[in-house]
Nanobody, 126 residues
Framework: QVQLVESGGGLVQAGGSLRLSCAASGRTVSTYSMGWFRQAPGKEREFVAALHWSGRTTYYADSVKGRFTISRDNAKNTVYLQMNSLKPEDTAVYYC???????????????????WGQGTQVTVSS
């Protein structure tokens, strides 16, 4: 059973940076596509970024493109989300998710990810 644990969230001023980590345990996720999603209070969970299991394809939400970068370190069984130029509207709980299917491209749909972490809070002050 794979477990995902996010860390790295916190309070940061607008324009600042944070790096979120998603550490997997139980088995390697090197063959899993990985995604980051977020949910702000009163809003639905939304896609942020996805990385194909091969490492060849990444997708980003338009709202974070050019500011966020998803990456993985298979040796550490960990996925990262580097967040730069943070804005108050980036405030949300951020979730890591894993998709074990061998798909052609990573999914941007939350319901296609079968494994989820517990989330980490990111708060950006203006």
């Amino acid at each position: 059973q794979v477990q995902l644990v996010e860390s790295g969230g916190g309070l940061v001023q607008a324009g600042g940076s944070l790096r979120l980590s998603c550490a997997a345990s139980g088995r390697t996720v090197s063959t899993y596509s990985m995604g980051w999603f977020r949910q702000a209070p009163g809003k639905e969970r939304e896609f942020v970024a996805a990385l194909h299991w091969s490492g060849r394809t990444t997708y980003y939400a338009d709202s974070v493109k050019g500011r966020f970068t998803i990456s993985r370190d298979n040796a550490k069984n960990t996925v990262y989300l580097q967040m730069n130029s943070l804005k108050p509207e980036d405030t949300a709980v951020y979730y890591c998710a894993a998709d074990p299917r061998f798909t052609q491209v990573p999914s941007t749909a939350a319901d296609e990810y079968g494994l989820w972490g517990q989330g980490t809070q990111v708060t950006v002050s203006s």
